[in-house]
Nanobody, 120 residues
Framework: QVRLVESGGGLVQAGGSLRLSCTAS????????MGWYRQAPGKQRELVAA???????NYADSVKGRFTISRDNAKNTVYLQMNSLKPEDTAVYYC??????????????WGQGTQVTVSS
């Protein structure tokens, strides 16, 4: 089994910053892409940012220049640095990882989600 645990959400004023972390644990052989998604009330879940095992990144247009995704492969951890936050960034943020476990079996895993609320 593989588990993703997120941390770092909270309440922040517009213009502020937050840093999300997500650590994968369990019977992991390798982690391919990792990413962050978000879902606001009444909206579909959307990709915020993703990073490959080699460090290639891509971002949603709405967060380019404000958010930075990074990862520490030795710690099986992905980060999302969020700067210049806007009220429209308010959502539950979910970590996602494409993991090959020790069987080996490749599967997609999700964290439990962490709430980010940006007040105006």
């Amino acid at each position: 089994q593989v588990r993703l645990v997120e941390s770092g959400g909270g309440l922040v004023q517009a213009g502020g910053s937050l840093r999300l972390s997500c650590t994968a644990s369990g019977r992991i052989f390798s982690i391919n892409a990792m990413g962050w998604y978000r879902q606001a009330p009444g909206k579909q879940r959307e990709l915020v940012a993703a990073i490959t095992s080699r460090g290639s990144t891509n971002y949603a247009d709405s967060v380019k220049g404000r958010f930075t995704i990074s990862r520490d492969n030795a710690k099986n951890t992905v980060y999302l640095q969020m700067n210049s936050l806007k009220p429209e960034d308010t959502a539950v943020y979910y970590c996602n990882a494409d993991v090959t476990d020790t069987l080996p079996r490749r599967a997609d895993y999700w964290g439990q989600g962490t709430q980010v609320t940006v007040s105006s």
